[in-house]
């Protein structure tokens, strides 16, 4: 998919006008690239119809690996590789085996999601991001309007949409 | 902007703007160091620099160069450890479990205090790496490696190891939650930044773009890391408490010691925070974020943690006489009136009858009280382990080895030099990280207020 240049972009000072717009601007047939705030707007990915994020299920599998890992760890260095009595215990003594087992769940479980989370987000420090206005990560909210996959809609009739719908400003950018 | 509720006080006052957040918070990261910022930074430099001739004289010479003994094998070094790790816990604590529970005043303050559980936690880890005695071979003893012994592994059923699993799992789980949460304010400084700031800037902000998507997957990785670093949380104090409690020391052989290391840990670490916070808002002027308000809720969790530390205290005493254990018995006896009962009752004095005066409404919104009391609190939780580790070590079951445990010069060093430390890093967060999470409180700036008309 080739990457659009051309954008009209609606600005939102409030969080709430932002959301009613953004359900009367999609049922008005027009597609949404993004939506771009400085914080989390509750509701905002319901209007625009993304599906909930699967980040759970990844710190799920993630947190099992750790725990098997540390069990097969713990394992087969207590009881197999090297067994020794200790404190008179068993050599497979399970109870003391539960905090690190406890540890490198989470610990797994965390890094994995957040590794996961970095790498489908594209965030990494070296990422190069389009800014479509500096305001977004200061008081405003950009609603980013690619007029390629709206071609059907006259540029105007966009702009109309967008003023009605509450967006205090109406812009055009276009990247390099 | 802001709509003022009835019921409870707004979480941020002075009728700020969004924009306002932004500049107040980034004004501190672009504009030139003050002269305060500087002596406060040379001064914790100067502590370190002070206190690192004592880590290399023990680094150097060896352990002996403490004040151990036979008997008391364990003294300051463990102290300090358990201190440290006890402050970081606040930070944690107020990110994960409060935003579990939807307590929305922790947003202004949760940043600096996970800077603080992190570099808390680096000074805590550094003791026992120091008395390892040649920490350069320490990693064969901590952790899991081939050598050429055998493979002789690491002994997994040792308390001491399952510390080490978990105070590296809290150290890095809670600075990658610190870190996901200082993405996106990273961004707002880039992009009010030109030149070489906005490239250092644009790389820490991970090229982050504020997305509605991103923001829902970023929401997501919270509520999840706050829910694996709440029992992570609770789960690091309970096996630091399992180093004393595992072991067949009387004084140390109890059952009580989770919970009620847990809670004194929470306890300290508020009163860590408070004494910082009330600095910072102060310093930066950012009074109408950090607001008495906020300064009242945390006192009230001193309260509440303190009351359960003072309790466990005398659970502690009376289990010793039920028991009917002559040794155990003694070990408490020995604590309150022996050789070291000005520790015991200094102890008693800072982190039981204390915070008891916050009932007071008056002292409980008072700045001035508050940042006393909470020096207070520290110190009382610095003797509370003195007291536990030296006091049932200084007297075993042979008489004729009953000895007393004195600092030499390298055990106050050391101390210091974690005191630089921290200060020294926590000084640099706060000029060149974003002191307050500017994200999270513009998220509450409208709604918290809103919702409670309704």
Same mark, same amino acid.
């Given at each position: 998919m080739?990457?659009d240049?051309?954008?009209?972009?609606?600005?939102?000072?409030?969080?709430?006008?932002l959301l009613h717009a953004?359900?009367?601007?999609?049922?008005?047939?027009?597609?949404?690239?993004?939506?771009y705030?400085?914080y989390?707007?509750?509701g905002?990915?319901?209007?625009?119809?993304?599906?909930?994020?699967?980040?759970?299920?990844?710190?799920?599998?993630?947190?099992m690996?750790?725990?098997?890992?540390?069990?097969?760890?713990?394992?087969?260095?207590?009881?197999?590789?090297?067994?020794?009595?200790?404190?008179?215990?068993?050599?497979?003594a399970?109870?003391?085996?539960?905090?690190?087992?406890?540890?490198?769940?989470?610990l797994?479980?965390?890094?994995?999601?957040?590794?996961?989370?970095?790498?489908?987000?594209?965030?990494?420090?070296?990422?190069?991001?389009?800014i479509?206005?500096?305001?977004?990560?200061?008081?405003?909210?950009?609603?980013?309007?690619?007029i390629?996959?709206?071609?059907?809609?006259?540029?105007?009739?966009?702009?109309?949409?967008?003023?009605?719908?509450?967006?205090?400003e109406?812009?055009?950018?276009?990247?390099? | 902007?802001?709509?003022?509720?009835?019921?409870?006080?707004?979480?941020?006052?002075?009728?700020?703007?969004?924009?306002?957040?932004?500049?107040?918070?980034?004004?501190?990261?672009?504009?030139k160091?003050?002269?305060?910022?500087?002596?406060?930074?040379?001064?914790?430099v100067?502590?370190?620099?002070?206190?690192?001739?004592?880590?290399?004289?023990?680094l150097?010479?060896?352990?002996?160069?403490w004040?151990?003994?036979?008997?008391?094998?364990?003294?300051?070094?463990?102290?300090?450890f358990?201190?440290?790790?006890?402050?970081?816990?606040? &930070?944690?604590l107020?990110?994960?479990?409060?935003l579990?529970?939807?307590?929305?005043?922790?947003?202004?303050?949760n940043r600096?205090?996970?800077?603080?559980?992190?570099?808390?936690?680096?000074?805590?880890?550094?003791?026992?790496?120091?008395?390892?005695?040649?920490?350069?071979? &320490?990693?064969?003893?901590?952790?899991?490696?081939?050598?050429?012994?055998?493979?002789?592994w690491?002994?997994?059923?040792?308390?001491?190891?399952?510390?080490?699993f978990a105070?590296?799992?809290?150290?890095?789980?809670?600075l990658?939650?610190?870190?996901i949460?200082?993405i996106?304010?990273?961004a707002?400084?880039?992009?009010?930044a030109?030149?070489?700031?906005?490239?250092?800037?644009?790389?820490?902000?991970f090229?982050?773009?504020?997305?509605a998507?991103?923001?829902?997957?970023?929401?997501?990785?919270?509520?999840i890391?706050?829910?694996?670093?709440?029992?992570?949380?609770?789960?690091?104090?309970?096996?630091?408490?399992?180093?004393?409690?595992?072991?067949?020391?009387?004084?140390?052989?109890?059952?009580?010691f989770?919970?009620?290391?847990?809670?004194?840990?929470?306890?300290?670490?508020?009163?860590?925070?408070?004494?910082?916070?009330? %600095?910072?808002?102060?310093?930066?002027?950012?009074?109408?974020?950090?607001?008495?308000?906020?300064?009242e809720?945390?006192?009230?969790?001193?309260?509440?943690?303190?009351?359960i530390?003072?309790?466990?205290?005398?659970?502690?005493?009376? %289990?010793?006489?039920?028991?009917?254990?002559?040794?155990e018995?003694?070990?408490?006896?020995?604590?309150?009136?022996?050789?070291?009962?000005?520790?015991?009752?200094?102890?008693?004095?800072?982190n039981v009858i204390?915070?008891?005066?916050?009932?007071?409404?008056?002292?409980?919104?008072?700045?001035?009280?508050t940042?006393?009391?909470?020096l207070?609190?520290?110190?009382?939780?610095?003797?509370?382990?003195?007291? %536990? %580790?030296?006091?049932?070590?200084h007297?075993?079951?042979l008489?004729?080895?009953?000895?007393?445990?004195?600092?030499?010069?390298?055990?106050v060093g050391?101390?210091?030099?974690?005191?630089?430390?921290?200060?020294?890093?926590?000084?640099?967060?706060?000029?060149?990280?974003?002191?307050i999470?500017?994200a999270?409180?513009?998220s509450?700036?409208?709604?918290?207020?809103?919702?409670?008309?309704?």
């Open positions: 080739e990457r240049t051309h954008f009209i972009l609606g600005v939102y000072d409030d969080e709430d006008v953004v359900e009367k601007v999609r049922s008005s047939g027009v597609k949404i690239h993004e939506v705030s400085p989390p707007v509750h905002l990915e319901h209007v625009l119809g993304y599906k909930r994020s699967k980040l759970p299920i990844a710190a799920f599998l993630f947190g690996l750790g725990t098997s890992l540390a069990l097969t760890m713990q394992f087969y260095m207590m009881k197999f590789d090297w067994p020794m009595i200790i404190g008179g215990k068993d050599y497979a399970f109870p003391d085996f539960v905090p690190v087992s406890f540890e490198m769940t989470v797994l479980a965390a890094f994995g999601m957040v590794g996961v989370f970095l790498i489908t987000s594209n965030l990494k420090p070296w990422a190069q991001p389009r479509f206005d500096l305001r977004s990560t200061d008081d405003k909210h950009i609603m980013a309007i690619d390629a996959s709206n071609s059907s809609l006259e540029q105007e009739k966009i702009k109309e949409i967008l003023s009605a719908s509450g967006a205090t109406v812009n055009n950018k276009s990247f390099e | 902007m802001q709509v003022t509720s009835s019921v409870r006080q707004p979480l941020v006052t002075g009728g700020k703007t969004y924009h306002d957040v932004t500049h107040d918070v980034s004004r501190q990261v672009e504009g160091p003050s002269k305060l910022w500087f002596l406060a930074f040379l001064t914790a100067g502590v370190l620099a002070l206190g690192s001739t004592a880590l290399l004289a023990t150097w010479e060896g352990i002996g160069m004040g151990l003994n036979k008997t008391v094998g364990w003294a300051w070094d463990i102290t300090n358990v201190w440290w790790v006890g402050i970081g816990h606040a &930070g944690t107020i990110s994960a479990v409060l579990l529970f939807r307590q929305k005043w922790r947003t202004s303050i600096a205090a996970e800077a603080m559980t992190i570099f808390a936690v680096i000074c805590a880890a550094m003791f026992p790496v120091i008395h390892m005695g040649r920490p350069w071979l &320490g990693a064969y003893w901590a952790l899991p490696l081939p050598n050429t012994f055998g493979s002789l690491v002994n997994f059923n040792s308390p001491l190891l399952w510390d080490v105070i590296s799992t809290y150290f890095s789980v809670s990658v939650f610190w870190y949460g200082l996106p304010d990273f707002t400084i880039r992009d009010r030109t030149g070489m700031r906005k490239k250092i800037y644009g790389a820490l902000s090229g982050w773009d504020g997305a998507k991103t923001w829902m997957r970023y929401e997501s990785v919270s509520l890391l706050a829910g694996l670093a709440t029992p992570l949380v609770l789960s690091v104090h309970t096996i630091v408490s399992f180093d004393f409690a595992t072991s067949v020391i009387p004084g140390w052989h109890t059952t009580i989770p919970p009620y290391f847990v809670a004194g840990a929470i306890f300290s670490g508020f009163a860590m925070v408070l004494t910082l916070m009330i %600095i910072t808002r102060k310093v930066y002027k950012l009074e109408d974020y950090i607001t008495l308000e906020h300064i809720l945390m006192n009230i969790v001193i309260i509440i943690t303190g009351s530390v003072g309790i466990a205290y005398i659970t502690e005493f009376f %289990i010793a006489w039920y028991s009917g254990v002559e040794a018995q003694y070990a408490f006896i020995n604590r309150a009136t022996g050789p070291y009962w000005w520790a015991y009752w200094s102890m008693m004095t800072c204390s915070p008891q005066l916050f009932w007071f409404k008056k002292i409980r919104t008072s700045i001035v009280a940042f006393l009391l909470s207070v609190v520290n110190i009382g939780m610095w003797f509370e382990r003195f007291v %536990i %580790i030296v006091t049932s070590l007297r075993d079951y008489p004729s080895s009953w000895a007393m445990f004195y600092p030499s010069w390298a055990d050391v101390y210091l030099f974690t005191f630089g430390l921290f200060f020294t890093l926590f000084f640099l967060f706060a000029k060149f990280f974003p002191v999470n500017m999270e409180v513009k509450v700036l409208k709604s918290s207020s809103e919702k409670a008309h309704k």
